[in-house]
């Protein structure tokens, strides 16, 4: 059971990381990465880390990729990218990721982390969360409050850019 959630949550994290890159429409690849950072949830979770895949979900998901969606959906593509087809870029990238891939799995394992070993008791997980709900909860609620404040930024300025502009029109 376990394994074929594995490879669920593989395809799924793979595919949609894909999409991320590949899909020409913007909020389809913010969209995607959101299912990249949900599939990385889902291996915390699998993991028995219910903690951090919730932190997971919560920061990166339900902030930061909602954030970069509010961003690309108020920006003006035209503004930003300028589009350049070029099969040799795409080539020359996929080539360089896969030398990078290589050597980083050459690294991890010529690094002997499997050898590694410790007398330190096992650290329990519950513990970690509860000290860091009991005793961070400021810094949680000041990220909170700036994520949401950068959100109400965005959407002042892209209001303010539409009055200018019918302004300009009228």
Request: glycine content about 8%.
């Amino acid at each position: 059971m376990a394994d074929a959630a594995f490879l669920a949550l593989a395809v799924i994290t793979i595919g949609s990381a894909i999409a991320a890159l590949e899909l020409r429409s913007l909020i389809y690849g913010s969209i995607a990465l959101m299912g990249t950072l949900g599939g990385i949830a889902g291996f915390f979770f699998l993991l028995d880390a219910p903690f951090v895949a919730l932190f997971q979900l919560a920061v990166y998901v339900g902030s930061i990729a909602v954030l970069i969606l509010f961003t690309v959906m108020l920006v003006k593509r035209e503004l930003i990218f300028k589009k350049i087809e070029d099969k040799r870029r795409k080539f020359a990238g996929i080539g360089l990721m896969l030398v990078i891939m290589v050597s980083l799995g050459a690294v991890f394992l010529d690094s002997g982390i499997k050898t590694i070993t410790t007398d330190e008791p096992a650290t329990d997980f519950r513990d970690i969360g509860t000290d860091f709900v009991t005793y961070y909860w400021p810094a949680l609620i000041l990220m909170g409050l700036l994520l949401a404040g950068s959100v109400t930024g965005a959407l002042v300025l892209a209001k303010r850019e539409d009055v200018e502009n019918d302004q300009r029109a009228s």
